[in-house]
């Protein structure tokens, strides 16, 4: 008998799945469901259909070949039966059927399986906010919204946006409306930094400060009260804890909650996180029901705990696995380290593993590493300043983390990915002072920023370089009457010291060792040059004069100027 393969959810690891059983089975009979009509799309793309980057909505749903997406494509292409604007509203384990219905007619019917499998993804979150609902009031959860709000753009209807949540859709999206078409773009965000679950606070401030560089109004620590409409001129009133801003759209981008109902419903395990639990083939507690994409939890490979990591990279390969399996094989999805990256105007960020305040919650003793250098050699025409801050834990002096930032976004990825590839394997830090990476001018430095990182990192376990990191800096400097040595040349320092007046003290590197004398033993020093090298020596050399009240200000003034350029 013909084995039936039914798939619920037909946008990234439903059509993956199916596409790979038919190649793997040309006998089996495979049926695709999904609510919309519209299937198979690059989510992660929608930000750019919006911001313009992306033109037409159909190449979101287009292969390579510009061939579309559709159910005939799937039909007639790959023999692969799909119904769209179908639901499921019920699995019955028992019977091994789903109990579907068409939305358009109401019509109610089953579906017979062998093998099922859950890719229901996720929803956007509508936080329990007054005025949530109101018209013109969005979530960017699928091709429709983005439609009608591009089409409102488009036809000059929108001249102030709000933005709620600073998470990565958060910050597409206020990209999209800002750089291209010229929108006042307001971004709230409740905590005090951009992307709180996926950076620490050094590299968040320096996306934050791009963000406001490019004319994003960026508000955080503030939490949204209310939306309310203005029946004078029909405008939206955005009210906070802090102030009142006018919009004429409101995107809500407070994350995503796995769609795991029908699941809960048939009695099919759900993990703490909120997603479906699968074991390594992508199993569900039922073995001939399998899940995956945004609404299954995933083993975080560093900390060891389970989480939500909504990303259409592992959803398509877990759809390889999951077909796979079922057509017999043996193959496993281990887990995440949770890479990610993202573009931020003319910043790319990406990072892998935990973050500090993450590291610390589940059990271990962060200590962290903030590195500034050039991604190519120096004095190649094409390089640009790469910020890296490297994470260990104390004790076992594992990397636990990393995150990096830098204007050649190709350059900042390939760093992280190279840590990320190593981090389910227990990665150390001395593993990464001698990491072995490519080297031509181009492309990198002989000592890679990945090198330094590692060594700027073991220099602060070993106890030789006692560290601040820039964002600290700027506010005990700012809160506290601290002084700086600055090693850097007169000519650099001379317009900190005009603004600074006595807290600036400047002795450039080459007049160190015989003006010693005049630093003041009793008072406490951060010690700056351009990116951090020179100033740690002179901690190491100040430390052999028995002057050990210094901090060393990570990644120097290099890293100050990329989080906040207005100290000077």
């Known amino acids: 008998m013909q084995k039936k393969i039914v798939i619920i959810g037909a946008v990234a690891l439903g059509p993956k799945v199916a596409c790979r059983l038919r190649r793997l089975d040309p006998e089996v009979e495979i049926t695709l469901i999904d609510r919309d009509n519209i299937i198979s799309y690059g989510g992660c793309g929608i930000p750019y259909y919006v911001g313009g980057d992306i033109n037409d909505i159909e190449d979101l ?110 910050l597409e999206i206020a990209e999209a409306l800002t750089d291209l078409w010229g929108i006042e773009t307001t971004l709230i965000e409740m905590e005090d930094q951009v992307l709180p679950t996926l950076l620490g606070k050094c590299i968040a401030r320096v996306t934050a400060n791009e963000l406001e560089r490019n004319g994003v109004s960026l508000l955080l620590e503030e939490k949204v009260l209310e939306i309310s409409k203005n029946i004078n001129n029909e405008q939206l009133l955005v009210r906070t804890s802090k102030n009142s801003i006018e ?97 931020v105007f003319e910043l790319g960020v990406s990072k892998a593993g935990l973050t500090y305040r993450q590291a610390k919650e589940t059990g271990f003793d962060p200590v962290y590493a903030v590195v500034s250098q050039a ?108 002084r700086v040595l600055d090693i850097r040349g007169e000519k650099e320092a001379t317009p900190f010291k005009e603004k600074y007046g006595s807290r600036w003290f400047n002795i450039p590197q080459e007049q160190l060792r015989r003006r010693v004398a005049e630093i003041p033993r009793a008072e406490t020093f ?11 020596e002179a901690q190491v050399f100040l430390s052999s004069q028995g002057i050990t009240n210094t901090r060393n200000i990570q990644g120097g003034f290099a890293m100050i100027k990329a989080t906040d350029p207005g100290f000077i």
């Open 526 to 536: 951060f010690l700056l040059c351009d990116t951090g090298p020179r100033s740690y």
């Open 247 to 343: 919009a004429d759209i409101v995107i809500l981008s407070a994350g995503v909650r796995p769609n795991t109902s029908l699941a809960r419903e048939a009695g099919i395990a759900v993990g703490m996180s909120g997603g479906i639990s699968v074991d390594r083939r992508m199993r569900t507690s039922d073995p001939d029901i399998y899940a995956g994409g945004d609404c299954v939890e995933l083993r975080n490979l560093v900390s060891g705990e389970n989480m939500l990591m909504a990303l259409g990279s592992l959803a398509n390969r877990q759809g390889r696995i999951i077909a796979t399996n079922i057509s017999g094989g043996q193959s496993h999805f281990m887990g995440t380290v949770g890479t990610f990256c993202i573009k």
């Open 375 to 482: 991604d190519h050699a120096h004095f190649y025409p094409s390089s640009e300043l790469i910020y890296i801050s490297l994470l260990a834990d104390r004790k076992s002096r594992k990397i636990i983390g990393i995150e990096a930032a830098g204007k050649n976004g190709d350059a900042v990825k390939s760093r992280v990915d190279t840590v990320a590839v190593l981090l389910r394997h227990g990665l150390d830090v001395d593993e990464v002072c001698s990491l072995e990476t490519g080297y031509a001018p181009p492309f990198a430095s002989a000592m890679d920023v990945i090198n330094n990182a590692g060594n700027a990192l073991d220099n602060i376990l070993s106890g030789h370089n006692r560290p601040i990191d820039s964002a600290d800096f700027l506010y005990e400097f700012g809160h506290k009457d601290i």
């Open 61 to 170: 749903y287009k292969t390579t070949s510009h061939a579309i997406r559709d159910q005939s494509f799937f039909e007639n292409n790959k023999g692969i039966n799909v119904l769209t604007r179908v639901e499921a509203k019920e699995i019955q384990r028992q019977e091994k059927r789903v109990k579907i219905c068409h939305l358009d007619t109401g019509k109610e019917e089953y579906l017979h399986y062998d093998k099922l499998v859950i890719a229901t993804g996720a929803q956007a979150i509508r936080p329990p906010i007054p005025g949530a609902r109101l018209e013109r009031v969005f979530t960017v959860s699928d091709l429709h919204d983005a439609k009608t709000i591009k089409d409102l753009m488009a036809e000059g209807k929108v001249g102030k946006a709000v933005v709620i949540g600073a998470g990565a859709i958060g």
